[in-house]
T-cell receptor, first 109, second 113 residues
Framework: GQNIDQPTEMTATEGAIVQINCTYQ??????LFWYQQHAGEAPTFLSY??LDGLEEKGRFSSFLSRSKGYSYLLLKELQMKDSASYLC??????????WGAGTKLIIKP | SQTIHQWPATLVQPVGSPLSLECTVE??????LYWYRQAAGRGLQLLFY??????ISSEVPQNLSASRPQDRQFILSSKKLLLSDSGFYLC????????????FGNGTRLTVT
């Protein structure tokens, strides 16, 4: 079956760095997406990886290892506004997204 | 630029009543359209997706239905709501190409009482 695993909740301190991990098992693979979702709001697209390696976008970076079925989202210089849920989604061979349950990130001052 | 509109933002409906949620996309043609549901603290569950007018694929058997009467309009309906239909409903669109990210509407918070 198809499955996405990510931690349910993480806590980090303002100004620090946090890494949110995601492992996936899909029928075929066409890339890995990360979304940010603030409480009560819709998800917004953060990043897409289809090749191995690190993609950097300002304070956010996303890494992919296809051989390990593993990705992480790295958030640097954490700000209070980064408190949100982070959703990992893998695209299978039919170009359908398989979603994780999300990681709730709590930022403390 | 492309925008997606979804309404209403919140809805409280009694059990057994009908439902109609509407979503429209502007600034693009022939988008892929999606309806998702998110239960509290849970991941996104794909309900329906559409790659063109009148073309609807259902992912989960339930008392909901979807229609796409126009290229950029997607409607989620029910004839009789159940308590279990409560949740956060999200419409999304993507370009008609592979590997494209989804872009979500603001969502509808539905409470069935």
């Amino acid at each position: 079956g198809q499955n996405i695993d990510q931690p349910t909740e993480m806590t980090a301190t303002e100004g620090a760095i946090v890494q949110i991990n995601c492992t996936y098992q899909t029928s075929g693979f066409n890339g890995l997406f990360w979304y940010q979702q603030h409480a009560g709001e819709a998800p917004t697209f953060l990043s897409y990886n289809v090749l191995d390696g690190l993609e950097e976008k300002g304070r956010f970076s996303s890494f992919l290892s296809r051989s390990k079925g593993y990705s992480y989202l790295l958030l640097k210089e954490l700000q209070m506004k980064d408190s949100a849920s982070y959703l990992c989604a893998a695209m299978d061979s039919n170009y359908q997204l398989i979603w994780g349950a999300g990681t709730k990130l709590i930022i403390k001052p | 630029s492309q925008t997606i509109h979804q309404w209403p933002a919140t809805l409280v409906q009694p059990v057994g009543s009908p439902l109609s949620l509407e979503c429209t996309v502007e600034g693009t043609s022939n988008p892929n359209l999606y309806w998702y549901r998110q239960a509290a603290g849970r991941g996104l569950q794909l309900l329906f997706y559409s790659v063109g007018i009148g073309q609807i694929s259902s992912e989960v058997p339930q008392n909901l239905s979807a229609s796409r009467p126009q290229d950029r309009q997607f409607i989620l309906s029910s004839k009789k709501l159940l308590l279990s239909d409560s949740g956060f409903y999200l419409c999304a669109w993507s370009p008609p190409t592979d590997y494209s990210p989804l872009h979500f509407g603001n969502g509808t918070r539905l409470t069935v009482t």
